[in-house]
C-alpha cells in the first residue's frame, strides 16, 4: 500500500493533484479542502489510500494520517465506496464526522451529496462504534476560520486562475458563504466557484 507520497506538486485540478515522485507524476484524487492548501512548484506530502478495482487503481490523497484513517472506517460501512467518503470528508472535518455519529446528527450526514435521510440513518448505526470520540472541540462546520475568503482566493489562485478571475469568483459566491449557517466551509465554496468560472469561460 502507498501510505504516503512526496513530491513537487506539478499540475492542480478541480479535483486532482499530480505531485512528481521521483520522476513520476502520481495523480491524486483530493476533497476541495485539501486541494486549497496546494500549490504547484511547490512541495507536499499527501497521506494516501490506494483503492484497487477489477479496471482500474485510484490514489486518494488527505493533508494529514487522520483524515485517510476517516476515509478508510466510512468505507466499512455498507454502501459507502470511496467517491462517497471522499464527498463526506469534503463536506465535514474528521472530528465533525465523529461528533455527527457520537450525537446522531443526521442533518449534518444528510448535507453530503448522495446521502438522504434513510441512508443518514443507516450510516449513524453502522459507524456509532468504528469512528471513535470526536478529538478536539472542532465547530460542526470544521476547522475553517473567518479567512475564508482569503483561502478561497489563494487555492483559485493555486488552480491557475487569474487574480481577477479569482477576485471574481469569491464575489460570486459571497452570498451563498454569508447565508450559511456557522462558519462557510471553503470547499463546497470553492467547487460553487469553480462553477461560476466555468460558466465565464
Known sequence: MI?????????????????????VGMAVQCTPNTLSTLR?????RLATSLVVREDSLTLYGFADDDERQTFELLQTASGVGP??????????????LR?????????????????????AQK?????????????????????????????????????GYATREA???VAAVTPQAEAAEGTPQVGA?????????NRAR
Not at 467518503?85 to 469534503?90: K, P, S, T
Not at 450525537?103 to 434513510?118: H, M, Q, R, S
Not at 465554496?189 to 468560472?197: G, M, R, S
Open 83 to 96: 467517491r462517497l467518503a471522499q464527498a463526506m470528508l469534503a463536506v465535514h472535518a474528521p472530528d465533525a
Open 189 to 197: 465554496l470553492l467547487k460553487a466557484a469553480l462553477q461560476t468560472l
Open 40 to 44: 504547484v512548484g511547490r512541495s507536499a
Open 167 to 169: 477576485d471574481e469568483a
Open 99 to 119: 461528533r455527527a455519529v457520537a450525537t446522531a446528527d443526521e442533518k449534518a450526514l444528510t448535507a453530503v451529496p448522495g446521502i438522504g435521510k434513510k441512508g
Open 3 to 23: 501510505a504516503f507520497v512526496s513530491g513537487t506538486v506539478a499540475a492542480l485540478a478541480p479535483d486532482t493533484a499530480v505531485v512528481e515522485v521521483g520522476g
Open 123 to 159: 450510516l449513524l448505526l453502522e459507524l456509532k462504534d468504528r469512528l471513535g470520540a470526536p478529538m478536539g472541540t472542532v465547530t460542526a462546520a470544521g476547522p475553517v476560520t473567518a479567512g475564508w475568503r482569503d483561502q478561497l482566493h489563494a487555492a483559485l489562485i493555486g488552480l
